[in-house]
């Protein structure tokens, strides 16, 4: 199965990624900060998506 998670750098979306992972979900996950999340996560099992959910103008 697949899941797609946004905050992956968050609290609430590492555990969730973790959790998906070991039930065998093939995992994307937003994250703001490509670097930051390369930084955290070394080892992975999980696809990173750049970007944001929204975008504010003004």
Do not use: H, P, W
């Not at 979306?13 to 900060?33: D, F, I, M, P």
């Not at 930084?39 to 003004?58: P, Y």
């Amino acid at each position: 199965m697949k899941a797609f998670v946004t905050g992956r750098t968050g609290l609430l979306g590492s555990n969730r990624v973790n959790v998906l992972v070991v039930a065998s979900y093939q995992v994307k996950s937003l994250t703001c900060s490509c670097e930051k999340a390369e930084q955290l996560f070394l080892i992975r099992t999980f696809e990173i998506v750049d970007g944001m959910c929204f975008s504010f103008q003004d």
